[in-house]
């Protein structure tokens, strides 16, 4: 919860610094090639299976780190493109409480208990558009289109329920599809001509991402 209040913070700070300086003049050199690493919060399948909590008892929701890794090489003064790749991934282990059922030879209810674990990879080719390239704050937008590979791993744990019973029957499936993203960010430029950070927000694989940035 702290790091999302933080980069929920920093983002609405630096909206009104960039629109300060974003006239000033600067002799910040635009480099050729860009790095970013970063890590981000608030994912989407985190919020779809945080809505079945309601059906369950001991709902354990566990969000993997979201992570970035983007490089970019500048066509021109404004525009760059290159190559974006992101993880991201839910574990759940829950127990169904409405679907136990009795065990004669225990003698006691036995729960339906739920493990379902999704990881999600991108790939995406992207172009960004710089809005101003040359000052200490680059504010950006930027678009990617690729592919999505996905993984889906659900089991249940009472011998007398199957995946058949509870909707679940798919004990490991790999999907792949067209994926996207669109998001706005910012480079910061204060550390040095060759790092400095950056910040996004958008749609992505994770709604706010954050994390340092290489030049050269």
């Known amino acids: 919860m702290k790091r999302i209040v933080s ?71 404004r525009s760059g493109l290159g190559l974006n790749y992101a993880q991201a991934g839910v574990d759940v282990n829950a127990v169904l409480t409405i679907d136990s059922v009795f065990n004669n030879d225990l003698q006691r209810y036995v729960p339906t208990e739920v493990a379902f674990k ?7 080719l992207r172009y960004n558009f710089h809005f101003s390239p040359s000052s200490k704050w680059d504010p950006y937008m930027g678009i990617g289109l690729g592919l999505r590979f996905n993984s889906v ?27 996207a993203d669109l998001t706005f960010g910012v480079n910061s430029n204060h550390f040095s001509d060759k790092f400095g950070f950056y910040a996004e927000f958008g749609m992505a694989k994770a709604l706010v991402q954050a994390g340092i940035q290489f030049r050269f």
């Open 7 to 77: 980069i929920a913070a920093f983002i609405l700070l630096f909206n009104g610094s960039v629109s300060a300086q974003i006239n000033q003049s600067s002799d910040v050199e635009i480099p050729q090639w860009q790095i970013n690493a970063g890590l981000g919060t608030m994912n989407s399948m985190y919020w779809i299976l945080n809505l079945s909590k309601q059906y369950y008892s001991n709902y354990d929701l566990d969000k993997k780190n979201n992570v970035f890794l983007k490089v970019e090489k500048r066509l021109g003064r």
């Open 153 to 179: 791993d659900a089991s249940v744990s009472n011998p007398l329920k199957t995946l058949a019973d509870l909707n679940l029957d798919i004990p490991f499936i790999t999907f792949t599809t067209p994926g």
């Open 118 to 124: 999704y990881r999600t990879q991108s790939v995406n």
